[in-house]
């Protein structure tokens, strides 16, 4: 496979790229995200790039006038690199990321919504502050035993509580670094006590949620107090799909006839992920303390969120 260099202006980068890989893909991989709408059909006109210098294939030039296609203008999709190609992206086909979108009064109406309601806050999860007497010669039984034993006193026979192998890799040494004091965090699953997270002290002072809305558009997360139920923090940004269009009906056609549910996947996963880590720096929280994450989104969100093939 031959390799080219290609360049874009104004960023400065210069990377190479497989001949094979239309310049959409290779302005991806060089850090610099085009506008699309239409997933790289070809159809939507908002990646357009101009070319400078060097020479290429072009597969379709519908949407553009002939005074772009004079000025050099190609679709991005469209385009592959026959030598060497010198690139300027317009204003205009930049896509827009990590702009501020306007969640305050969002946020401020969930809130007031949540008063109304006048519910108590039961997550899903629940934490358990245990603390133990260290082992000793007289007490020497595995460190999953004293833990188990500890939740049978507040209830919880050891027949009911299951350790996952996670929690088991970690316990040891938190045990230890917490000087015989845990928090646990629980999910009661029928008649089962499953222990999914270990924190070493009490934490149990500490809870954070997330809600995640996952628009088609936008997505937007707030953190929540588990203790007192308000949302500390909102955060939101575009959500990267658009890339692989605009609506969902195109995204549906690129996870399912162009093998894009595994990119989708990732692509609002780390949307969500960066949101998670401007929140919780900016507001000192640890991640881990977050034992318990609401997501909505339409049909197709949903399936694209959890990787589920949305045919
Ligand atoms: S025309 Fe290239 S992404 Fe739509």
Sequence with gaps: MKKYRVSFEPFGKTIDAPSDKNLFDVARKAGIELNSS??????????????KEGEFRTDSTTKLS????????????QTTALSNLSLEVPHESIMRKGQKIATGARARELE???????????PRTRTIALAFPPPDLEDNISDT??????????????????????????????????????????IERGNTLEVIGIEAGDTTGLRYGL????????IVLYLVNLIDGKIIDVASTYNSQA?????????????????GLGELNSLVISDINGLLNILTQKRNINPVLIDSIVVSGNTTMTHLFFGIDPR
């Design 243 to 259: 890339r692989c269009g605009d609506d969902v009906i195109t995204r549906i056609v690129y996870a399912t006839e162009r093998g």
């Design 112 to 122: 007031r919504l949540l008063k109304n309601l006048d519910k108590e806050i039961k």
């Design 66 to 77: 002939r005074e772009e296609i004079a000025k050099g203008y190609v679709l991005a999709c």
């Design 145 to 186: 035993d004293r833990v188990k034993r500890e939740l049978s006193t507040l209830g919880f026979p050891p027949e009911r509580v299951f350790c996952s192998l996670k929690f088991l890799r970690g316990l040891n040494h938190i045990l230890r670094e917490g000087n015989w004091k845990i928090t646990l965090t629980t």
């Design 38 to 51: 239409c997933g790289g059909e070809g159809t939507c006109g908002k990646c357009k790039v101009i070319v």
């Design 211 to 218: 809600a995640i809305d996952i628009g088609t558009t936008t």
